[in-house]
């Protein structure tokens, strides 16, 4: 937040390049907003939100968090503190890079009201490229700050779904709602059961004896450029073959199971087959998951994260070799219930669920191997499940002050 903050006062105090006439403006404390948005990991539930199914994700204590003042005009000055960037855009610009994610929010939001002019500073702790969400962060900070500088408020559920299309139609990535829903409506101390089809949602409270650990492999990935979007191509074509098959009316992956597929099974490529057998697996683990959590039963959403790992590696082949060391190697830690990768895979980072009592022990063991078993430039921390997007009340220190 003060990354952020410091960041806009210097660019406002370095004038305005689409006034060439203006001088530099002070830093005055009046009318400053700032939104803070959580990365996310995901326990169980891997691939399944484009498929309408069951994720139960949780957010990090790791945030983007967004400055800004409002503009008389009706154009962004978005200053990136962490690339040390700046990007200038009018209303109509389509740019590219981590200016594309502030244009495409502020497209989606336009649509349904006005969207005032502004200069926004960015400051991240989330890392970029390690499966944590990064980008859906940053569209929730963003969406939330643009709507309170523009005297605007859509429920928080609502922001989720612009910041989503945002996504999906600015960006290109054919995503599920897993990311954006996880940095919106996520709680503290909880995990969030979210059901992709209806859009329901239920906080699952974790409990003190629960630490988290996230280990990036510091293998980048960049889902425009993965194979992510072959898998949600992979699954629409298994549920058209299932579809004729069955001569049902099926209307996403969700409505498939493990008897409807053992009675198609045949009908299907063995490549679709390993791909939707995952996606109905994982939707029985999450159920699994979210009910041992609740249950305060950690072996038993260890048991279940183990298995979604070994399902995404080998039925829908989302995995690599780090990842595969990195939950190998947690799994084998005392003290660790369960690991496995989160987010989108081909890189990026893994999860693992440990015991609160020998967190500490447990990331020295893990941190102390990884470069070796996982490689160089791999990274452990641990994190506490945290609350999602918000306005930070400079009055009340930071509260949640979005509804929810
Ligand atoms: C990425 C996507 F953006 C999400 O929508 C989700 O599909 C996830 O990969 C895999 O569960 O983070």
Same mark, same amino acid.
């Given at each position: ?115 005032? +002019?502004? $200069? /926004?500073?960015?400051?991240? !702790? @989330? ?9 859906? %962060? *940053? &569209? ?106 069955? +001569?049902? $009316? /099926?209307?996403?992956?969700? !409505? @498939? ?9 045949? %009908? *299907? &490529? ?128 930071? &509260? ?5």
């Amino acid at each position: 937040v003060e990354r952020a903050k410091t960041a806009l006062a210097a660019l406002r105090a370095g004038g305005d390049a689409f006034d060439s006439t203006s001088t530099p403006e002070p830093t005055e404390p009046a009318n400053l907003t700032v939104a803070v948005a959580p990365g996310r990991v995901n326990l169980v539930g891997g691939h399944t939100d484009y498929n309408d199914g069951l994720c139960l994700p949780m957010a990090v204590d790791r945030h983007v968090a967004v400055a800004a003042r409002p503009r008389d005009d009706d154009r962004l000055r978005v200053r990136a503190a962490d690339f040390d960037e700046t990007a200038e855009l009018a209303p109509a610009d389509d740019p590219d890079g981590w200016a594309a994610y502030v244009a495409a929010v502020a497209r989606v939001l336009r649509e349904d009201g006005p969207v005032g +002019g502004a $200069d /926004l500073a960015i400051a991240s !702790d @989330v890392p970029t490229g390690a499966g944590l969400s990064s980008s859906a %962060a *940053l &569209e929730l900070a963003v969406g939330r700050v643009l709507l309170a500088v523009s005297g605007r408020d859509l429920p928080t559920a609502d922001l989720a779904l612009a910041c989503w299309r945002a996504e999906v139609e600015g960006v290109g990535v054919e995503c599920g709602i897993l990311d954006q829903f996880s940095a919106a409506l996520c709680e503290a101390d909880s995990a969030l059961f979210l059901d992709c089809r209806t859009h329901e949602f239920e906080s699952v409270p974790v409990g003190d004896d629960v630490g988290v650990l996230v280990i990036d492999t510091g293998v980048s990935h960049e889902l425009t450029e993965s194979g992510y979007n072959d898998r949600v191509r992979e699954c629409a074509a298994a549920l058209d073959r299932l579809r004729e098959r069955a +001569g049902r $009316d /099926l209307d996403s992956l969700r !409505d @498939v199971d493990r008897d409807l597929l053992d009675a198609h099974a045949d %009908a *299907l &490529e063995p490549i679709h087959r390993r791909r939707v057998r995952h996606v109905v697996t994982e939707n029985e683990r999450v159920r699994r998951a979210r009910d041992a959590l609740a249950a305060g039963d950690l072996d038993r959403v260890g048991d279940a994260m183990l298995a979604a790992h070994e399902s995404l590696r080998d039925d829908y082949e989302v995995s690599c070799p780090e990842l595969d060391a990195a939950v190998e190697l947690a799994a084998e830690t005392p003290g660790v219930y369960g690991a496995r990768m989160t987010g989108g895979g081909f890189g990026g980072s893994a999860v693992a669920l440990v015991d609160d009592d020998a967190l500490d022990r447990a990331a020295r063991a893990i941190r102390d191997a990884a470069p070796e078993r996982v490689g160089p430039d791999a990274h452990v921390f641990a994190c506490r499940p945290s609350g999602g997007v918000r306005l930070v009340d400079e009055e009340r220190g930071d &509260e949640p002050t979005a509804p929810r």
